[in-house]
C-alpha cells in the first residue's frame, strides 16, 4: 500500500500543476496557440514564441500524467484485496482519465468556448479528487476512533465540498467568458441590485454561490469542532474555511485591481485548494464512520 500512496501523491502533485498551467496558459491568452490536437500546428515540437511555449508546456505535462496514472492504476489492482475502497476509486480514475483527454482535444476544437472550459476544469478537478482518494485509502495511518464523526458532520462536509465545486465551475464560466469585470462593484453589481447583462448575471450568480461556498465552510467547521470528530477531520475541515477566506480577500483583490493575471491565478489555484481540502475532510470522515461501524459489527 506504500507504493500505492506515493505514487498517488506524485499524480495528484503533477496532475494539479498541469491543470494550473492550463489555467495559467488561457489567462494568457495563449489557450489556442496550438490550434491542433495532439500535435501543434502540425509537429510534435514546434516553434515556442508568441505565448506557444505555455500550450506546448501544458501539453507535456498532460502527457506525463498518464504513465502516473497507468502506475497508480496497476498499483492499485495488486492491492485491491485490501480495501474495498480501492476497487471503486480505480475504476473511477480511469474512467475520468479518459474523459478528461477527450475533453482536452474537444476543446481545442471548440477553440475554448466557455463551456468547454468549464467541463475541462471541472473533470480535471474530479479526477484530481479521485487521486487524492486513492492516496488517503492506502495510507498506512490508521483512522483515529475515540471520536468517531457522525453522519450527519458527514453529509455538511460532503455538501460543502459539492457547493466548492459548482463556485469552481461557475467561476471557470465567468473567467473564460469574459465576465470577470461584469460587476465593478461590491457587493452589488455597477451600483444596482437588480443586473441585466448576461456577464452580470453569472458574475452575481458566482458570487451568491460563493457565499454558500462560505456559509457552508462555517457551519462545517462549527460542527466539527462542537460535535465528535477526529483531529484529522477536523484539522482539514480547519484548513478548508482558512482557504475559503484567503479566497473571499483574493476575489475582492481581483475585482479592485481589475484582474492582475497573478492574482487570477492565485484565485484559480487556491479555489482548487479549498474544494480538496473539504475532499480531503468529507473521506477522512467517511474512514473513520467506516472504521467504527466494522469494529461494532466485528464485536
Known amino acids: 500500500m506504500k507504493t500505492l500512496r506515493r505514487l498517488s501523491a506524485a499524480a495528484v502533485v503533477v496532475a494539479l500543476g498541469t491543470v494550473m498551467l492550463g489555467s495559467w496558459t488561457r489567462i494568457n491568452g495563449?489557450?489556442?496557440?496550438?490550434?491542433?490536437?495532439?500535435?501543434?500546428?502540425?509537429?510534435?515540437?514546434?516553434?515556442?514564441?508568441?505565448?506557444?511555449?505555455?500550450?506546448?508546456?501544458?501539453?507535456?505535462f498532460a502527457f506525463c500524467v498518464a504513465p502516473l496514472v497507468i502506475a497508480v492504476m496497476i498499483a492499485?489492482?495488486?492491492?485491491?484485496?485490501?480495501?474495498?475502497?480501492v476497487s471503486p476509486v480505480l475504476g473511477v480514475i480511469g474512467a475520468l482519465f479518459v474523459i478528461q483527454c477527450l475533453l482536452g482535444a474537444a476543446t481545442v476544437?471548440?477553440?475554448?468556448?466557455?463551456?468547454?472550459?468549464?467541463?475541462h476544469w471541472g473533470t480535471a478537478m474530479a479526477f484530481i479528487a479521485s487521486l487524492v482518494a486513492?492516496?488517503?485509502?492506502?495510507?498506512?495511518?490508521?483512522?483515529?476512533?475515540?471520536?468517531p464523526a457522525e453522519i450527519s458532520l458527514l453529509g455538511v462536509i460532503c455538501g460543502t465540498a459539492l457547493?466548492?465545486?459548482?463556485?469552481?465551475?461557475?467561476?471557470?464560466?465567468?473567467?473564460?467568458?469574459?465576465?470577470?469585470?461584469?460587476?465593478?462593484?461590491?457587493?452589488?453589481?455597477?451600483?444596482?441590485v437588480v443586473v441585466y447583462?448576461?456577464?452580470?448575471?453569472?458574475?452575481?450568480?458566482?458570487r451568491i454561490i460563493a457565499g454558500g461556498t462560505f456559509l457552508c465552510a462555517v457551519v462545517s467547521f462549527a460542527l466539527a469542532?462542537?460535535?465528535?470528530?477526529?483531529?484529522?477531520?477536523?484539522?482539514?475541515?480547519?484548513?478548508?474555511?482558512?482557504?475559503?477566506?484567503?479566497?473571499?480577500?483574493?476575489?475582492?483583490?481581483?475585482?479592485?485591481l481589475r484582474l492582475p493575471m497573478d492574482l487570477r491565478e492565485a484565485h484559480a489555484f487556491n479555489a482548487a485548494l479549498v474544494f480538496l481540502s473539504f475532499v480531503v475532510a468529507s473521506l477522512l470522515c467517511a474512514m473513520d464512520a467506516y472504521a467504527v461501524r466494522t469494529d461494532s459489527a466485528v464485536a
Open 197 to 206: 447583462s448576461e456577464g452580470q448575471y453569472v458574475q452575481m450568480l458566482h
Open 109 to 119: 476544437h471548440l477553440s475554448n468556448s466557455p463551456m468547454s472550459v468549464v467541463l
Open 134 to 147: 486513492m492516496m488517503l485509502f492506502a495510507s498506512d495511518a490508521r483512522p483515529v476512533r475515540e471520536q
Open 76 to 85: 492499485a489492482w495488486r492491492v485491491r484485496a485490501r480495501s474495498p475502497f
Open 163 to 192: 457547493v466548492a465545486f459548482v463556485t469552481m465551475c461557475v467561476g471557470a464560466y465567468v473567467s473564460s467568458s469574459g465576465a470577470g469585470l461584469a460587476c465593478l462593484s461590491i457587493p452589488n453589481c455597477a451600483g444596482n
Open 225 to 256: 469542532w462542537l460535535r465528535p470528530a477526529s483531529l484529522r477531520v477536523r484539522t482539514a475541515v480547519s484548513a478548508g474555511l482558512a482557504l475559503v477566506f484567503v479566497q473571499v480577500l483574493l476575489g475582492l483583490l481581483n475585482v479592485a
Open 30 to 60: 495563449a489557450g489556442m496557440t496550438c490550434p491542433d490536437w495532439p500535435l501543434c500546428h502540425g509537429m510534435l515540437v514546434p516553434s515556442l514564441a508568441d505565448g506557444t511555449v505555455w500550450e506546448w508546456t501544458h501539453r507535456l
